[in-house]
């Protein structure tokens, strides 16, 4: 298993500025994702946080809004850019390995309130 | 695309009363899938997983559940729920040659007293 931390529990921000959230894994990982929560939603993958190059967005997510950085097999950030209310979520970073037999673990969630 | 489906957006239930939490999903390639439990202001943390073997699962807390693949089903149960199990319970499914989880909508579960 893999225990995961994550930075800010929360925060309440002004609309137009940026929050960078960190997640830290007690363990070397191959795969960290990025989740976005909306209230009283599921939950949305926002992206993979691949390390050494580029995180791979899905559909309705992109860099400018949401850049993602994973210098190592255990850190990884997500910078909620530019927000506004509608940025207002729970932001979960999730982590596992790859193989057929996987799973992932999830960190404590960052809540974001936007102004 | 595979879909997953949370027939119960809300399920109140007595405590030491039983409860089935219902799932379904869409898909015509083997899977993987997933119950996770979000208590109030925590993340998620996985109850239990289906990847292969017994249709039947045995997870923590005293939850299981069966692997229905005719009916593409993962229903989730407890014989005898208690105070500390009101949260919500989402299922997620993955491929098994992908790596992305997709999850339900979720069903929150209130237990009474």
């Known amino acids: 298993s893999a225990v995961i931390s994550q930075k800010p529990s929360r925060d309440i921000c002004q609309r137009g500025t940026s929050l960078t959230i960190q997640c830290q894994v007690d363990?070397?990982?191959?795969?960290m994702f990025w989740y976005r929560q909306q209230p009283g939603q599921s939950l949305t993958l926002i992206a993979t946080a691949n390390q050494g190059s580029e995180a791979t967005y899905e559909s309705g997510f992109v860099i400018d809004k949401f850049p993602i950085s994973r210098p190592n097999l255990t850190f990884s950030t997500l910078t909620v850019s530019n927000m506004s209310p509608e940025d207002s979520s729970i932001y979960l970073c999730s982590a596992g390995t790859s193989g057929s037999y996987n799973e992932q673990f999830f960190g404590p969630g960052t809540r974001l309130t936007v102004l | 695309a595979q879909s997953v489906t949370q027939l119960d957006s809300q399920v109140p239930v007595f405590e030491e009363a039983p409860v089935e939490l219902r799932c379904n999903y869409s898909s015509s390639v083997s899977v993987y899938l997933f119950w996770y439990v979000q208590y109030p202001n925590q993340g998620l943390q996985l109850l239990l997983k289906y990847l292969s073997g017994s249709t039947l699962v045995k997870g923590i807390n005293g939850f299981e559940a069966e692997f229905n693949k005719s009916q593409t089903s993962f229903h989730l149960r407890k014989p005898s729920v208690h105070i500390s199990d009101t949260a919500e319970y989402f299922c997620a499914v993955r491929y098994a040659n992908d790596y992305k989880l997709s999850f339900g909508a979720g069903t929150t579960v209130t237990v009474r007293a």
């Open positions: 363990s070397q990982v191959t795969m």
